[in-house]
């Protein structure tokens, strides 16, 4: 990730990137393509507490904290899946928990997500993002004490 790229940036290369296809179905191939390249979550992360709620699919979100800024991992047992966590890392990992909180992430609607995914795939995308900007405030919070 473009460390120097803001979260608005980044979404924008990101639309862009989806502007290129002309087809749901190569824009769905696009998402699985990006799923297989997200590195693989080690384990020891794969547990109950790292799951995310309001998912279909299996899917395990770590996050950490690391001078000031926050950083995810992931995996879903759906490829799917795994290609949307990869965009929401894309995103937002490597922010600070304010840069994370205040982010619209306006990309999803721009791309076409809310409107193309099945009713429980959108639900779990909004789950994946409640959960990224839950770790994010948790560690405001902590920064803070």
């Not at 862009?16 to 190569?26: G, H, I, V």
């Not at 609607?109 to 995914?117: D, Q, W």
Request: a negative charge; charged letters at 25%; proline letters at 2%.
């Amino acid at each position: 990730m473009n460390q120097a790229a803001t979260i608005q940036e980044t979404e924008k290369e990101i639309v862009e990137e989806f502007a290129l296809f002309d087809s749901w179905d190569d824009k769905y191939e696009y998402i699985i393509d990006l799923g297989k390249k997200l590195p693989a979550l080690a384990e020891e992360h794969k547990i109950d507490e790292n799951k995310v709620k309001g998912c279909q699919s299996t899917v395990w979100l770590a996050a950490s904290l690391q001078e000031g800024r926050v950083y995810f991992e992931a995996d879903s047992d759906a490829v799917i899946v795994k290609g949307l966590i990869s965009m929401l890392i894309r995103v937002l990992s490597g922010r600070t928990p304010d840069e994370i909180l205040n982010a619209p992430l306006n990309f999803i609607n721009e791309i076409g997500m809310t409107t193309h995914l099945a009713q429980t795939r959108s639900n779990g995308l909004l789950s994946m993002v409640k959960q990224m900007k839950n770790y994010a405030l948790a560690f405001k919070i902590k920064m803070q004490s």
